[in-house]
């Protein structure tokens, strides 16, 4: 079975760094800008976990996590943001406490394990039905 991920990041740069990573390891990656884009892929794809940036323009991280998770409450998540942005995280952390942590900038090994953990800790979401 081939894993869907979402990359979901204002940045173009992190998105591009993080597909190439991915990519090389087997994953299928989709890539959105916003919040509006990451719930339309929540919506019309089947994803297997989902990388979230927290402080994104417009819809914030947090915003878009309530909705994925009153959705797909068994969806992985990992929020990504900076040490600085600490009291955000610790917010979605008290509503959703399944929810990991990336500190940026990060160490593409560690992207790379935290996943393959993931995936290993979380069945597929199929065979939790």
């Given at each position: 079975m081939n894993r869907r991920l979402l990359i979901v990041d204002d940045n173009r740069g992190v998105r591009f760094l993080l597909r190439e990573?991915?990519?090389?390891?087997?994953?299928?990656?989709?890539?959105?800008?916003?919040?509006?884009?990451a719930l339309f892929y929540s919506t019309n794809s089947d994803l297997s976990l989902v990388l979230l940036d927290v402080k994104m323009p417009g819809m914030t991280g947090l915003e878009v996590l309530d909705k994925l998770k009153?959705?797909?409450?068994?969806?992985?998540?990992?929020?990504?943001?900076?040490?600085?942005?600490?009291?955000?995280?610790?917010?979605?952390?008290?509503?959703?406490?399944k929810v990991l942590f990336l500190s940026k900038p990060f160490d593409l090994n560690n992207v790379r394990e935290l996943i393959k953990n993931t995936f290993i800790y979380t069945p597929p979401l199929d065979k939790l039905e």
């Open positions: 990573l991915l990519s090389t390891e087997g994953y299928e990656v989709l890539e959105a800008a916003n919040g509006r884009e009153s959705s797909n409450p068994d969806l992985p998540v990992i929020l990504m943001s900076a040490y600085s942005e600490m009291e955000l995280l610790n917010k979605a952390l008290e509503f959703h406490p």
